[in-house]
């Protein structure tokens, strides 16, 4: 079994188990010990229980095993074999030396599609690995040999179609099982006692709550529920299932169960959502909202039958509505045959918004409305055919916002009461009546508009103290407006709004309780008099605030133009769009009231003239003399504006729209009198030339999608912000167009004519907050240098879709050197032919420019026309650039590579960002010889699964300053430059895990963290060792007979030490390991034939220690070695953990139940010491209890 620091494996795309191990202690099959996890050590685990033999060959002749092969530390890999035959042969037909490996494999291998029973004879195995290949069976017997033994079992990007998952139970300890990529159809409930790593693992009930399951890519078709249940009810955490790329489709039973929506949010890729089957609730519809977290039902196709039978007959769609903790809405739109919603029409289902529109609806049964009534925040019926409501429920309805009963047929409103509603619309209905006795205190809102209401009840609105607004417009409240009729009290209303009733006149009375801030519209009516006994009271009240006011005016003196005022934007807006040119002339200069009251409104004036084909000019005057803050003019014949008509409002005019028109000319001339003017817009006409333009205060200017073909020189716009000139013929820009917009943030000249060539100076702009330049589609093939300038850090240049080739260093290096300072710059060069030229990817800031392009494929940095078996690859999102030889042939390739290629060499020489080589799965390179890399450095080496046998030390030399991993593993390495490790400056990480190394020197590092020797030869430590940064030291199986003296006595910072597996027993002598790190948390000897520790063979250990012991030949804890090490792990939570070794509990231990911490060290230090068959506690319990009753030399003597 191979041991790979995690941070090494993720570098190299292999990625260990990402969980940890539980908090509670797993059980070890056979033995009946309790183990207790170490969640900080999730990898170290599986080595340390493993049962290697060391310093002995483990494999047969590899001929006769021919053509799998069998390496020194314990891999088969029948990679080649050419069916199951040949595998079944080699381990069947040949005596093997060893029937404990560590790993079965077969990769990318199509020939073997199975896996008989009896395939591995009596072998085991910790791992069998099995990826990329046409497996499509596996006999159960075919794993149980290796029941007691196999810790992870992956068969990925097969062919499987079933799993024999009734044999997981009796794999004791198996932690991981991945079947991604196969063609599983289902997954049964199965249980593991064992099972932790669910990296791509199928699902276990017991999960903890964090787990994730990785199912994605097979071909799972359902969710059933015995096997998905239990799982989901474990994930109470952070887990979840990856379900996707599988034809999954949602069970019912998931809909149904009253958890779902919490489950819902655990199934990633499963094709679920709230609703159940549309063909369950036919014709209506569900549909789940996940951004609003909302489930609409949309009855709009049913008629009543068809709606009562889904909310009552189908308990899918009661489960949902009850259990969904989300927004819950009823909708029915454009129904013309449902006439009415029936006594119990939804069941017991409630609703937060029902909103029916456009529908013959004449009748809602009260009950229809109650079963939300505790629920219910909006009901909208409109444009439907109503004629009666149940307003006498709305008492109990203790939610209620908003009813909205617009555009029905209702003819009466009884008198009703809520303490909860704030806004009521019953407007265009066939109201007549309003019956007295209203009770709504919270009502913000009452809108009764354009109903033939000829008066108001008394009393109306005088307890509504929170009402804002009243609208009563278009109703026949005339001739006389009688007292009493508006009685308001409340300090927030702002409008009333009584336009249009046909009024004449008004009683002294008629409306009251006025504040400061209430505009009361009285337009459209016939008042002639402002009587002082009606108007005074009211206006004494509106001069108390800066906003309340009186609007009289009329309409028809101004026709066909109109006049209307919005109240809550402060704005009076003359609409001339039915009219002609002399009517708009003759409404503002032959009617003196609309010059006075337009002159002397303050606030904002709008022109306003649409759909008009009619007009052709605005003349001279046309508007008087009165101004405007908006000109809004769009859709129209206007061909013509005479500068008069702008001029007007020259001191005013905030905002210019002419557009889609037919305007060939417009007086740019009068700009520079326009003093207020921030906006102009002339889209979408006929403009074919701009003159010079001039204004001081000018920001946005939008002239796209004219005909223009000519802009001419001398622009002068210091404070433009937006210029837009797109979808026009031009063909080429002013020299210095931009030249004084200093506060210039966008331009868009897209859609243009601009190329083929976009010359020297064409765009210089001289802004520092410029964030968008939009050049698209403007048939670019070549920028010239200096095209574009003056960008900033935060500027975006789109060039795409235009037909440039070339990324020449010229033209573009100064663009990309601009947008790369600072900021989120970008150049977008989607939709052209360009190739990455190589100076880019040369250049040394490379990874920082290509972060800044897109729509440029620099992903491969190989040259295309270099011949080199090693391929090279960026990453413009980490900004590595890795050099992958895994497909040479030879080291003198991999030479040549670096050598023979300067692209390459240059490339990587000069590449500011992460450096890595990798080289996996290599049977052909052996050697890695002198100077192999030329000059270039890496940070990361990682060599794996390869038959490397020796390594020049220049070859890591090269990159000494840079060099932060070096990986040299599940190779066959038989020695090690080590003596350059002083001068390896960088190196924090050194994996040489299962090669043939077999000795190791005195090893010198200042910047080593984590060193890992493990599934070696290594007889032979030499002593000497300095490593004072060294948090790791992993030397496990390995025939070690003895440690050197002082091997960690400098290691300060040592955080974990393991030497499992190797052979220093079976005498442990006095000061073989002496630790002196504050930070210890492991110490690992697991499996080392110790029968006996000399005093003081290990000490240093800490408080919180755990040591392991386990799998040796001690019998006796001697009081000498062991009683310090006691002491010092039962002052914290430290352990020593003996299980498997054939301790006798006999007077030899009485001072362990002697000493006065016995009780706690046997519980907590020891972990469930357990005795040798033969002897028992009990005895030396008895010991303890004759020494509490009896002389100590008495009870000694005895015993």
Same mark, same amino acid.
């Given at each position: ?35 207790? #996890? &170490? ?17 002995? =060959? ?39 030396? =060893? ?150 489709? #949602? ?56 709606? $009562? ?20 809405? $009823? ?63 709305? =008492?109990?309805?203790?939610? &209620? ?58 009393? &109306? ?115 001339? @769009? ?241 947008? =790369? ?34 729509? !440029?494929?620099?992903?491969? #940095? ?7 078996? #090693?391929?090279?690859? $960026? ?102 430059? $080590?003596? !350059? ?92 390991? @002496? ?22 063979? !290990? ?30 792990? @039962? ?69």
């Amino acid at each position: 079994m191979l041991l790979i620091a995690a941070d090494a494996l993720k570098e190299a795309g292999i990625h260990p188990a990402t969980h940890s191990l539980p908090s509670t202690p797993a059980k070890m099959q056979g033995c009946g010990a309790v183990l207790p #996890c &170490l969640p900080f050590l999730p990898c170290l685990l599986l080595l340390l229980f493993s049962s290697g033999t060391a310093g002995q =060959s483990l494999c047969p002749d590899l001929e006769a095993i021919a053509p799998c092969s069998c390496h020194s530390n314990g891999i088969v890999d029948c990679s080649r074999a050419n069916s199951s035959d040949e595998i079944f042969s080699a381990f069947n037909d040949v005596v093997w030396p =060893s029937t404990t490996l560590s790993e079965f494999r077969l990769m990318q291998n199509e020939a073997v599609t199975d896996l008989p029973a009896g395939t591995f004879g009596n072998v085991t195995f910790q791992e069998i690995r099995i990826q990329n290949g046409s497996l499509a069976t596996v006999d159960p017997s075919a794993l149980l040999p290796s029941k007691g033994r196999l810790l992870r079992l992956s068969i990925e990007s097969g062919r499987l179609t079933a799993f024999p998952f009734d044999v997981l139970p009796r794999l004791a300890l198996l932690r991981a099982l991945s079947l991604a990529g196969n063609s599983l159809t289902s997954v049964p409930a199965v249980a593991s006692p064992s099972l932790e790593d669910l990296d791509e693992a199928i699902p276990i009930p017991g999960l903890t709550s964090n787990a994730v399951l990785n199912l994605w890519s097979n071909n799972i078709t359902g969710l059933p529920e015995d096997t998905f249940l239990p799982i989901l009810e474990d994930l109470e955490g952070n887990g979840f299932i990856l379900l996707a790329r599988n034809p999954i489709q #949602c069970d019912t039973w998931f809909v149904l169960n009253p958890n779902y929506t919490k489950y819902l949010q655990k199934l990633w890729g499963s094709n679920c959502d709230l609703c159940p089957d549309s063909d369950v609730i036919s014709p209506c519809t569900c549909t789940y909202d996940e951004l609003y977290s909302e489930v609409t039902m949309d009855c709009s196709q049913a008629n009543s039958s068809e709606i $009562f039978w889904a909310f009552n007959d189908f308990p899918e769609i009661f489960n949902l509505f009850t259990n969904y903790g989300g927004q819950r809405k $009823f909708s029915m739109q454009s129904n013309w045959v449902v006439d009415d919603l029936p006594k119990g029409v939804f069941g017991n289902v409630s609703f937060d918004t029902i909103y029916i529109s456009d529908t013959t609806l004449a009748s809602v049964d009260p009950s229809a409305v109650l079963s939300s009534k505790d629920r219910l925040e909006q009901l909208t019926i409109f444009q439907s055919s109503l004629k009666d409501f149940p307003f006498q429920i709305l =008492s109990q309805m203790s939610n &209620l916002k908003t009813l909205s009963l617009a555009y029905t047929a209702l003819k009466s409103v009884p008198a009703f009461a809520s303490s909860v509603l704030e806004y009521l619309r019953i407007w265009n209905n066939q109201i007549n009546t309003l019956d007295p006795g209203w009770s709504l205190p919270n009502l913000k809102m009452l809108d009764i508009s354009y109903n033939p209401i000829t008066k108001l009840p008394p009393g &109306l609105v005088k307890n509504m103290k929170n009402l804002t607004l009243f609208d009563a417009s278009g109703c026949q409240l005339g001739s006389i407006f009688p007292n009493g009729s508006l009685e308001f009290d409340s300090g927030s209303l702002y409008a009333v709004y009584l336009q249009q009733n046909n009024i004449t006149g008004l009683e002294s009375l008629a409306i009251t309780g006025l504040n400061g801030d209430t505009q009361v519209n009285l337009m459209g009516n016939n008042i002639t008099q402002l009587t002082e006994d009606s108007f005074r009271p009211m206006l004494q009240n509106l001069s108390q605030g800066a906003n309340g006011q009186i609007l009289l005016w009329g309409l028809e003196f101004i026709s066909p133009c109109a006049c209307s005022s919005d109240g809550i934007a402060g704005e009076v807006i003359m609409d001339c @769009s039915q009219a002609n040119s002399s009517e708009i002339f003759s409404a503002f200069n032959d009617v003196p009231a609309v010059s006075a009251i337009l002159m002397n409104y303050e606030g904002k004036r709008q022109f306003f003239m649409q759909n008009n084909w009619i007009v052709n000019d605005l003349p001279e005057g046309v508007f008087g003399n009165v101004s405007f803050d908006n000109i809004y003019i769009q859709n129209t014949n206007l061909v013509t504006v005479d500068p008069t008509a702008l001029l007007s409002s020259k001191d005013r005019l905030d905002q210019l729209t002419i557009s889609q028109s037919r305007l060939v000319d417009f007086p740019f001339n009068v700009l520079p009198q326009m003093s207020r003017l921030r906006t102009l817009d002339l889209a979408y006409n006929a403009l074919a030339s701009v003159p010079a333009i001039g204004s001081s205060v000018l920001e946005n200017l939008r002239l796209w999608n004219n005909q223009i073909n000519t802009l001419e020189s001398g622009w002068s716009l210091p404070n433009l912000k937006i210029l837009d000139i797109s979808y026009n013929p031009i063909s080429e820009l002013p020299p210095g167009l931009f030249e004084n917009m200093t506060n210039l943030t966008n331009v868009d000249a897209s859609h243009c004519n601009l190329g083929p060539i976009l010359s020297n100076g064409s765009l210089s702009f001289q802004s520092e907050v410029l964030t968008e330049v939009d050049l698209q589609q403007n048939n670019i093939v070549r920028l010239e240098p200096g095209a574009i300038a003056g960008l900033t850090g935060d500027t975006w240049v789109y060039l795409s879709d235009n037909n440039i080739t070339d990324l020449t260093e010229d033209s573009f290096l100064p663009i990309l050197e601009a947008i =790369s300072e600072g900021g989120d710059g970008q150049l977008i060069l989607q939709g052209n032919p360009i190739q990455c030229d190589p100076w880019l990817v040369l250049h040394p800031d490379s990874a920082k420019f290509m972060h800044r392009l897109q729509g !440029i494929d620099c992903g491969s #940095c190989s040259n295309p026309n270099a011949n080199s078996s #090693c391929s090279c690859i $960026f990453d413009d999102i980490s900004g590595e650039v890795t050099v992958d030889c895994s497909q040479a042939s030879s080291g003198e390739e991999i030479f040549l590579a670096f050598n023979n290629y300067i692209w390459l060499s240059t490339l990587l020489a000069n590449y500011g960002g992460q450096r890595r080589f990798l080289m996996t799965e290599n049977r052909a390179v052996e050697e890695l010889a002198a100077g192999v890399f030329g000059n270039v450095t890496f940070d990361h080496i990682f060599i794996w699964d390869t038959n490397l046998v020796t390594v020049d030390s220049s070859a890591v030399l090269s990159s000494k300053d840079r060099l932060e991993q070096l990986t040299i593993a599940n190779s066959l390495l038989g020695d090690f430059p $080590f003596q !350059i490790l002083p001068l390896m400056i960088q190196l924090r990480g050194l994996q040489l895990d299962s090669n043939l190394l077999k000795s190791v020197p005195a090893l010198k590092s200042q910047s080593l963290q984590n060193l890992s020797l493990s599934f070696n030869q290594i007889e032979t430590l030499e002593s000497g060792w300095s490593m004072p940064n060294l948090e790791i030291l992993n030397l496990s199986y390995n025939p070690i007979s003895q440690f050197p003296s002082r091997l960690v006595d400098g290691m300060v910072k040592l955080n974990l030490f393991s030497a499992s597996g190797c052979n220093v027993g079976p005498t442990l002598s006095s000061g073989s390991l @002496s630790f002196h790190s504050n930070a210890l948390q492991l110490v690992s000897l697991g499996g080392n034939n110790i029968a006996r520790l000399e005093a003081g063979a !290990i000490t240093g250990l800490g408080v919180d220690t755990t040591f392991l012991l386990h799998e040796n030949d001690i019998k006796v804890l001697t009081e000498d070695s062991f009683e310090p090490i006691f002491e010092t792990l @039962s002052l914290g939570n430290g352990k020593i953990l003996l299980l498997g070794n054939p301790i006798q509990c006999d007077t030899g231990m009485s001072w362990l139940l002697l000493h006065p911490n016995a009780a706690m060290i046997l519980k907590n230090v020891t972990d469930n010491l357990e005795c040798a068959k033969g002897t028992s506690l009990l005895d030396l319990l008895l010991l303890r209890f004759l020494n509490n009753v009896l002389p100590f030399q008495w009870v000694n003597s005895v015993a």
